[in-house]
């Protein structure tokens, strides 16, 4: 071994040193976005939800057609859509995962659907044409508004903290009826006001 190391030594030349230690192995770590997806699951599923999963490359009738959006609509537009071939696209949500699960067996139905949606958006702050999103949906006798309240404020307080506040505000989406947004108290101020939550 001292020939060898001798050998690498001439071969290597005058600039560089072989007495210095060698370099650490670069081990890999999970991604931040898979982190965060397996604490929401880990939450829900306390709640009682089970994960699905579907393709991501698409039938339009899945993707939009199911979902009572035409396909005149400006959504399913080609400037709006990744298009593989006629009526196959790479899903614009992952709300195709909801109509597959609903047609392969009856209620009651509790499920999280995450995974990769596509969509022809320009990069910037807020958009991007890849990203990962995140539904859910739950069918059953007796489920209520209050259900959905009660479902998302333990989320919230789950995931975030038991002292998260949460606020429902009705608002108008053309998919869902009735429909509202929902706020939570800011995790870094308590809600007193900070450059993040402004």
């Known amino acids: 071994t001292a020939q060898v190391a001798a050998e690498v030594t001439a071969a290597a030349g005058p600039d560089v040193d072989l007495t210095l230690p060698a370099r650490t192995r670069w081990r890999g770590a999970r991604h931040p976005v898979t982190l965060v997806l397996d604490e929401i699951f880990r939450v829900l599923s306390r709640l009682g939800f089970t994960r699905a999963r ?31 071939a006629p009526g196959i696209l790479l899903r ?23 995974g990769m949606c596509y969509r022809r958006d320009p990069w910037d702050a807020s958009h991007a044409p890849a990203f990962e999103q995140l539904e859910g949906l739950v069918v059953d006798e007796g489920i209520t508004f209050v259900d959905l309240k009660a479902t998302i404020a333990e989320f919230a307080r789950g995931l975030l903290g038991t002292q998260t506040k949460v606020r429902f505000r009705p608002s108008y989406f053309p998919f869902t009826e009735p429909s509202a947004e929902v706020d939570v108290s800011c995790t870094i101020c308590g809600g007193k006001g900070c450059s993040t939550c402004k």
């Open 54 to 84: 579907g393709p991501e490359a698409e039938t339009d009738w899945h993707n939009f057609t199911a979902l009572n959006t035409p396909l005149d609509h400006p959504a399913a537009d080609m400037h709006d859509t990744f298009y593989l």
């Open 92 to 114: 614009s949500h992952t709300s195709p995962v909801q109509i597959r699960t609903m047609l392969a067996g009856p209620p009651p139905i509790r499920i999280i659907a995450p």
